[in-house]
């Protein structure tokens, strides 16, 4: 099959994965996204090599295993894209890829119909050159999966080692307080 459907079980709560979505706007001002910028919509290339609670969120089963049900084994994550109230953005040429799709609107945005409000938590897994009629402009964590066969392809591709859902939460050393 070319997508595997999400069920609720797929689904991330907002009490897992809440903080992430309110620290978008943080991380993509380390990244160097002008906060002016934000407002009109940005996109942060490969944000999970140093924002570690988006590794974690890369690594988790929820989207690990169907992206390795899809590759038919062993998986990389070959890059992410954190995108701030953008869709998709481009057609990367990768081939044999699969897109794994976290949304992140905790807030219904401007010409978001109502019936797509309320996708926070839900995760979507496709081909990454398969059309999705679900791209509407939003917050999202995109993450794009290779065979782990193809890694040497991608040098700084990290291994999806999976984590448990546990493991969402902030570790110590990030935590405030």
């Known amino acids: 099959p070319a997508r595997t459907p999400a069920t609720a079980r797929d689904a991330f709560a907002y009490d897992e994965i809440g903080w992430i979505a309110a620290d978008l706007g943080c991380i993509a001002l380390r990244h160097g996204v002008d906060a002016a910028a934000l407002g009109r919509g940005a996109v942060v290339a490969d944000a999970h090599r140093d924002a570690e609670p988006l590794r974690r969120l890369a690594s988790h089963p929820r989207l690990v295993r169907p992206a390795r049900a899809l590759i038919g084994g062993p998986v990389v ?91 969402l939460w902030p570790a110590a050393h990030l935590a405030f307080g």
């Open 77 to 167: 994550i070959a890059t992410t894209l954190l995108c701030i109230d953008v869709a998709h953005p481009v057609r990367l040429p990768i081939a044999d890829a699969v897109l794994a799709t976290v949304f992140l609107d905790t807030l219904q945005a401007p010409g978001m119909a109502k019936s797509l409000f309320g996708r926070f938590g839900s995760v979507s897994v496709r081909r990454l050159d398969e059309v999705a009629a679900d791209e509407i402009p939003g917050r999202s964590f995109r993450v794009v999966y290779v065979a782990a066969a193809a890694s040497a392809a991608w040098p700084a591709a990290r291994p999806a080692d999976a984590i448990g859902d546990g493991d």
